[in-house]
């Protein structure tokens, strides 16, 4: 039993909203962006599924579906951190161009 279980239950529905609107937002920028975003529509994801794992292992139902979306939720943050790195490098200024590309002339 979890001490203050329903506190917990409130406070994962919550998060869970808290995901749903992060993924919607991040689905119309996406749109809006070429889908640049994918590490921001991962970590909705992620945050979506790890709270109804978490929801599952509260109510007592589906304890190791719950914890199977867990460990779905952590390949989904993991993978967002990933793609963000990736696109942070590929964001990177580049030196602006002049008829000399060496620096100092």
Do not use: C, H
Request: no cysteine; proline share 4%.
């Amino acid at each position: 039993m979890v001490a203050g279980r329903n506190f917990w239950i409130v406070v994962w529905f919550g998060i869970m909203l808290l995901g749903l609107l992060g993924f919607g937002a991040s689905i119309y920028w996406g749109l809006e962006t070429g889908w640049k975003n994918i590490d921001e529509l991962l970590r909705g994801l992620g945050t979506i599924v790890v709270s109804t794992g978490m929801l599952l292992l509260l109510y007592g139902v589906a304890t190791g579906f719950g914890q199977v979306l867990l460990v779905v939720a952590l390949f989904f943050f993991v993978s967002a951190f990933i793609a963000g790195r990736k696109s942070r490098v590929s964001r990177a200024p580049q030196p602006e161009s002049k008829d000399d590309p060496r620096p100092g002339a």
